[in-house]
């Protein structure tokens, strides 16, 4: 099947699909434990919580749940045409979105009006024999996949781990075309993508990827997010456009004041203030300082006598100033001499 075919097909019923697979159970406890479990109905619960309710203990649910959960694969893959259904509609998405994905986006495309869809979309999934789930702990994300790309659970973690290695041995945040060159085993980025959005240790900005500890691409605080839109921007910018650009980021908490923003700008050593309100980042080659510091900065370089319209054009790769501030600056400042017509040194 072509990945990148869009679904035209009619939508299955989800939640009926998972009612008749419920009454495949003939024992109300058992379809209790594996409802309450999945959450079908309502919240997921725990072995403990469903243990207290039918007065057993937590390993005997952990035992029941196992055995039905097994008794219901072995009837899907049998043929049990209500998962076939919906199977079919789940791996149609997931072509689409780069075979694997995590669980709850694959719900919010297939079910959207349903408040109980990730909870279904997850029980069809661990029955269906051509997809592959991935259960959820500090390192993954509940992820789902195609079985004929990802065959099993422990191949899907080892091609979500060299993901992230990946990243990692790049050592600064990377756009998903070069990580996908880079991992050099996937037909399309798209296939790379998905296999990175199931690490709960890589996050990304705009398609760039890196680690989640790394701001560049999950900014936590003010002056990380600061340094992101800079960045991106890729030149220097007034306070108030930053406060602006972080408003409209796709930042997770972007509800800042420009005060603060001028607060953390001025805090940082990272920003430097070039201009009326106006900051750029020292990693472009800004450096603090005054208008008469940076015209130091340049004679001494220099180490010889400069024209005044030279030393003007350097302050200002610095500086977003007034030329007239600069020659103020030269004229009156006592460090700064004039040995010819229009030509300065520092001063003995």
Same mark, same amino acid.
């Given at each position: 099947?072509n990945?990148?075919?869009?679904?035209?097909e009619?939508?299955?019923?989800?939640k009926?699909?998972?009612?008749?697979?419920?009454?495949?159970?003939?024992?109300?406890?058992?379809r209790?434990?594996?409802s309450?479990?999945?959450?079908?109905?309502?919240?997921?619960?725990?072995?403990?919580?469903?243990?207290?309710?039918?007065?057993i203990?937590?390993?005997?649910?952990r035992?029941?749940?196992?055995?039905?959960?097994i008794?219901?694969?072995?009837?899907?893959?049998?043929?049990?045409?209500?998962?076939e259904?919906?199977?079919?509609?789940?791996?149609?998405?997931?072509h @689409?979105?780069?075979?694997?994905?995590?669980?709850?986006?694959?719900a919010?495309?297939?079910?959207?009006?349903?408040?109980?869809?990730?909870?279904?979309?997850?029980?069809?999934?661990?029955?269906?024999?051509?997809l592959?789930?991935l259960?959820?702990?500090?390192?993954?994300?509940?992820g789902?996949?195609?079985s004929?790309?990802?065959?099993?659970e422990?191949?899907?973690?080892?091609?979500?781990? @060299?993901?992230?290695?990946?990243?990692?041995?790049?050592?600064?945040?990377?756009?998903?075309?070069?990580?996908?060159?880079?991992?050099?085993?996937?037909?399309?980025?798209?296939?790379?993508?998905?296999?990175?959005?199931?690490s709960?240790?890589?996050?990304?900005?705009?398609?760039?990827?890196?680690?989640?500890?790394?701001?560049?691409?999950?900014?936590?605080?003010?002056?990380?997010?600061?340094y992101?839109?800079?960045?991106?921007?890729?030149?220097?910018?007034h306070?108030?456009?930053?406060?602006?650009?972080?408003k409209?980021?796709?930042?997770?908490?972007?509800?800042?004041?420009?005060?603060?923003?001028?607060?953390?700008?001025?805090?940082d050593?990272?920003?430097?203030?070039?201009g009326r309100?106006i900051?750029?980042?020292?990693?472009w080659?800004?450096?603090?300082?005054?208008v008469?510091?940076?015209?130091?900065?340049?004679?001494?370089?220099?180490?010889?006598?400069?024209?005044?319209?030279?030393?003007?054009?350097?302050?200002?790769?610095?500086?977003?100033v007034?030329?007239t501030?600069i020659l103020?600056?030269?004229?009156?400042?006592?460090?700064?001499k004039?040995?010819?017509?229009?030509?300065?040194?520092?001063?003995?």
């Amino acid at each position: 099947m072509n990945d990148q075919a869009k679904t035209t097909e009619a939508a299955p019923d989800i939640k009926g699909a998972v009612d008749h697979i419920l009454e495949q159970i003939e024992r109300d406890r058992e379809r209790e434990i594996i409802s309450r479990r999945f959450g079908l109905n309502d919240r997921k619960e725990t072995l403990e919580q469903i243990g207290e309710l039918l007065g057993i203990t937590r390993e005997r649910v952990r035992q029941l749940e196992k055995a039905i959960l097994i008794r219901l694969k072995m009837s899907a893959e049998s043929g049990m045409p209500e998962v076939e259904k919906v199977e079919k509609h789940f791996i149609r998405h997931l072509h @689409e979105m780069g075979r694997a994905a995590k669980l709850q986006d694959l719900a919010d495309r297939v079910d959207q009006d349903n408040k109980h869809a990730r909870a279904h979309v997850a029980f069809i999934s661990e029955l269906a024999p051509n997809l592959t789930t991935l259960s959820e702990n500090d390192h993954y994300h509940h992820g789902v996949a195609i079985s004929e790309y990802h065959a099993d659970e422990k191949q899907l973690k080892n091609r979500v781990d @060299e993901v992230v290695k990946t990243v990692k041995d790049n050592g600064e945040a990377i756009g998903i075309e070069n990580l996908h060159d880079k991992v050099g085993k996937y037909e399309h980025p798209d296939h790379t993508r998905a296999l990175a959005s199931l690490s709960k240790n890589l996050a990304n900005l705009r398609d760039s990827w890196g680690l989640t500890k790394w701001p560049t691409v999950n900014p936590k605080n003010i002056r990380d997010k600061i340094y992101v839109i800079l960045q991106d921007h890729g030149k220097p910018m007034h306070f108030s456009e930053i406060a602006d650009a972080i408003k409209d980021s796709d930042f997770k908490r972007k509800d800042v004041t420009t005060q603060a923003i001028h607060n953390e700008l001025i805090k940082d050593k990272r920003f430097v203030l070039i201009g009326r309100g106006i900051y750029a980042l020292s990693e472009w080659g800004y450096s603090k300082g005054t208008v008469s510091d940076i015209i130091t900065d340049i004679l001494k370089k220099e180490a010889a006598p400069l024209h005044r319209d030279e030393i003007v054009r350097r302050v200002l790769k610095h500086r977003h100033v007034k030329e007239t501030t600069i020659l103020l600056n030269l004229q009156s400042k006592p460090q700064f001499k004039r040995v010819a017509k229009a030509t300065y040194i520092l001063a003995d």
